[in-house]
Structures are given as C-alpha cells and as structure tokens.
C-alpha cells in the first residue's frame, strides 16, 4: 500500500522487540515496512514498536500503567489500540476486526473492516472516514499538529455548549489521554442527559 500525506516516521523497528510477539501478522508485517507513522497532518497516527519517543511506542498503550484498557472498560487486554485519530479516538484491532473507541464517551463501535481495508478508507478520504474537521478548522486558524499531539476541545463534543462552537488546543497524546480517559469514567456514572460541570484544577 502506498502512503501520502506523511510527516513523521517511527524508528527503525528492532525484530526482537517483545511486543511483536503478540500482535496480528498483519500488523506486524506493516510495522516490517514502516514502523508506524503520522499522516494528514495529524489527522492519523499509527504507533509503531519503540522504546523512543512513547507517545509513538504500541506497548505503552497496551500493558504497564498507561495501558487504555485500564481507562476504558469497554476494552480489554487483548484489544491492540493501534492508532489513533486527531481528537485522540481510538482504533483498535479486536479480533482482526478494526473499532474505534470515542475518547470523550469511552463508547466503541466496529467498522467492519480489517487492517488493510481500514488503512485504504483512511486513504481514500481522510477528511470524511477519519472526521478531521476540526483539525481542518484548527489549520485554518494558525494551528498546526506537531508529532505526538492531538487537539484538546472544549467544551467536548458529547456536551450540548459545543454546538456553539469549540476552541481547539494542541496538547501532548498522554495529557490528552488522560484527561480524556478519566472524563469518560466520570461522565458514565451520568443519566444520560444529566447536566454537568467541567472544572480546571491546576
């Protein structure tokens, strides 16, 4: 498969990494030929196998105390969150199988497509199958994505106020993560529908 629109490309990839042994070959043979990249101008992060830099590194978000299985019970350890998209939502390889992950909600949902097949839609048209509006609107202030951010949005987008319209921040994946992480923990324990109050505390 061919690549467009690439701005940043993982480390060459060590084939004794301990993580490749329990990954799909599919994606392993991918990692073979690119170890993981960003692309669209951040509109698509795929993670590779590293030990720098581990916003990039698959194994950060799989096992040890960042894992998003331990954020997100809608996971599991099985699940391979292999990349992620601007707001940092996540796709995940389940069964060979792609579903994304809405960050804000902690909600997934499969999109019937493999690995390939993902990578092929993501290609054919990245502002509509990966929704990269916002970041869209954020190019078009001034902004720009630099490997290893994701656009912070407030209010979120699961909040009514967004409709008004939403500021858009570049922020770190882990900060991002997180944040985003905890909210959907704290917004399950809600009625749906339930008002609710975002606080910053320093």
């Known amino acids: 498969m061919e690549l467009s629109q690439i701005s940043y490309v993982g480390p060459p990839l060590e084939a004794t990494a ?8 599919k994606l392993v043979s991918l990692l073979e030929q690119v170890n993981g990249f960003v692309q669209f101008e951040g509109g698509l992060h795929v993670r590779g196998v590293c030990q720098s830099p581990m916003w990039h590194d698959l194994s950060v978000v799989m096992s040890g105390p960042k894992a998003l299985h331990l954020r997100y019970p809608a996971l599991s350890p099985a699940d391979i969150p292999f990349a992620q998209d601007c707001l940092a939502d996540q796709f995940l390889l389940r069964d060979g199988v792609v579903w994304k992950l809405w960050a804000e909600t902690g909600e997934i949902e499969s999109l019937n497509l493999g690995l390939m097949e993902f990578l092929a839609a993501a290609s054919a048209d990245p502002v509509g199958f990966l929704q990269m509006q ?15 951010q994701v656009l912070h949005v407030y209010p979120p987008f699961c909040a009514r106020e967004s409709k ?9 994946c882990e ?20 008002p609710f109050e975002i606080r910053v505390v320093p």
Not at 18 to 25: K, N, S
Not at 164 to 172: F, H, I, R, Y
Request: positive net charge; hydrophobic residues 40%; proline residues 12%.
């Open 18 to 25: 301990p993580a490749l042994g329990g990954l799909p070959r």
């Open 164 to 172: 008004n319209g939403v500021s858009l921040k570049a922020v770190p």
């Open 175 to 194: 900060e991002a993560l997180a944040f985003l992480g905890d909210f959907a923990r704290q917004m399950a324990q809600l009625p749906e529908g339930s």
């Open 134 to 148: 916002p970041l869209l609107q954020f190019l078009r202030e001034g902004g720009r994505l630099k490997p290893g």
